[in-house]
């Protein structure tokens, strides 16, 4: 039996451009065209790729804060889009995020006793005294003591603020935690912090995690999977150890090259033609082809079907389809 507790199936989002005084559809921008992938239970699934190669807006369809334009979502089996009532409410809670700014996904009017306490009055039954031991419980889990209950978002640091923001997080025990840029905005020393904490939380809650990051450095250290994006199509996707040990497609080892690692094989710099085409008019065939070093005739002509390099490791490429 699937352990998927996500199953996402040819996801597309199209965001419609509209001109005129009546609002005509003139074209639409294609952020998320056809992506399938599948989060199982206890697994940290990385969404890696440049900016605009759709990562954000696939979270944000996962959760509901963007209605996805055709494709299926199912959460432990059952299709999302269809939940209302209590159903809606129960996905809500097993499915939380983290944001890449804490400063501005903290209310700066509210305490931190309030931030922690908001959504557990809203869905758990607790008295007073329990309310209170539950919040310090909570920042106990994330390492702040009891003293930070009574503080306020611009008393925190950075790092401290990130802390506040996974404790609300988990707070309804959700099963499934949305990671967008989680250390992005802190100090090299702290997202180390933050990164081992998380790695902490997922073994003691059994958390699934999908990380969504720029930080080509992280995903090694705490990926099960990666998924690698590119104008709103997977490229590449498969176990963590066998992407970075044997990327094969060409945009993968292009953003594998510029890792700063003395560990990575790769010697040499790879360095991309161009900038990325735009998503309203994505080029025809592999939507790479126009930056590919390898690009022969049929990728600009026909779209790339899978290639199985192994059970777990797939690639869109028809470099490794020709051979």
């Given at each position: 039996?699937?352990?998927?507790?996500?199953?996402?199936?040819?996801?597309?989002?199209y965001?419609?451009?509209?001109?005129?005084?009546?609002?005509?559809?003139?074209?639409?921008?294609?952020?998320?065209?056809?992506?399938?992938?599948?989060?199982?239970?206890?697994?940290?699934?990385?969404?890696?790729?440049?900016?605009?190669?759709?990562?954000?807006?696939?979270?944000?369809?996962?959760?509901?804060?963007?209605?996805?334009?055709?494709?299926?979502?199912?959460?432990?089996?059952?299709?999302?889009?269809?939940?209302?009532?209590?159903?809606?409410?129960?996905?809500?809670?097993?499915?939380?995020?983290?944001?890449?700014?804490?400063?501005?996904?903290?209310?700066?009017?509210?305490?931190?006793?309030?931030?922690?306490?908001?959504?557990?009055?809203?869905?758990?039954?607790l008295?007073?005294?329990?309310?209170?031991?539950?919040?310090?419980?909570?920042?106990?889990?994330?390492g702040?003591?009891?003293?930070?209950?009574?503080?306020?978002?611009?008393?925190?640091?950075?790092?401290?603020?990130?802390?506040?923001?996974?404790?609300?997080?988990?707070?309804?025990?959700?099963?499934?935690?949305?990671?967008?840029?989680?250390?992005?905005?802190?100090?090299?020393?702290?997202?180390?912090?933050?990164?081992?904490?998380?790695?902490?939380?997922?073994?003691?809650?059994?958390?699934?995690?999908?990380?969504?990051?720029?930080?080509?450095?992280?995903?090694?250290?705490?990926?099960?999977?990666?998924?690698?994006?590119?104008?709103?199509?997977?490229?590449?996707?498969?176990?963590?150890?066998?992407?970075f040990?044997?990327?094969?497609?060409?945009?993968?080892?292009?953003?594998?090259?510029?890792?700063?690692d003395?560990?990575?094989?790769?010697?040499?710099?790879?360095?991309?033609?161009?900038?990325?085409?735009?998503?309203?008019?994505?080029?025809?065939?592999?939507?790479?082809?126009?930056?590919?070093?390898?690009?022969?005739?049929?990728?600009?002509?026909k779209?790339?079907?899978?290639?199985?390099?192994?059970?777990?490791?797939?690639?869109?490429?028809?470099?490794?389809?020709?051979?």
């Amino acid at each position: 039996m699937s352990t998927a507790l996500l199953k996402i199936e040819n996801l597309k989002k199209y965001f419609p451009i509209k001109v005129g005084l009546f609002g005509k559809i003139a074209g639409y921008v294609k952020a998320v065209d056809r992506v399938s992938l599948n989060i199982d239970s206890r697994e940290v699934v990385s969404l890696v790729g440049e900016s605009g190669s759709g990562k954000t807006t696939i979270a944000k369809c996962i959760l509901l804060l963007e209605k996805p334009t055709d494709g299926r979502m199912l959460y432990k089996g059952e299709d999302i889009i269809l939940f209302r009532g209590e159903k809606l409410r129960e996905y809500r809670r097993g499915v939380q995020a983290v944001f890449q700014n804490p400063f501005l996904s903290l209310d700066p009017r509210m305490s931190v006793f309030e931030i922690l306490s908001e959504p557990v009055k809203n869905n758990l039954n607790l008295s007073k005294m329990e309310l209170h031991e539950y919040m310090l419980k909570l920042l106990e889990m994330v390492g702040l003591d009891g003293s930070f209950l009574e503080k306020y978002p611009h008393e925190l640091s950075g790092g401290q603020a990130q802390r506040v923001a996974i404790a609300r997080a988990i707070s309804l025990k959700p099963k499934l935690l949305i990671l967008d840029e989680p250390t992005s905005a802190l100090d090299v020393s702290v997202q180390a912090q933050i990164l081992n904490l998380l790695a902490d939380l997922k073994n003691e809650l059994g958390l699934s995690y999908l990380l969504i990051t720029h930080d080509l450095s992280i995903v090694r250290y705490i990926s099960d999977r990666i998924i690698v994006m590119y104008l709103g199509r997977v490229m590449e996707a498969g176990l963590s150890e066998e992407i970075f040990n044997e990327p094969l497609h060409p945009y993968t080892q292009a953003l594998f090259s510029s890792i700063p690692d003395p560990y990575y094989r790769e010697p040499k710099r790879i360095s991309l033609r161009g900038e990325p085409p735009s998503p309203i008019n994505p080029p025809p065939g592999c939507r790479f082809h126009t930056r590919c070093p390898h690009a022969v005739e049929i990728c600009g002509r026909k779209e790339p079907l899978e290639y199985e390099a192994s059970k777990t490791h797939k690639v869109y490429c028809w470099l490794h389809l020709e051979k």
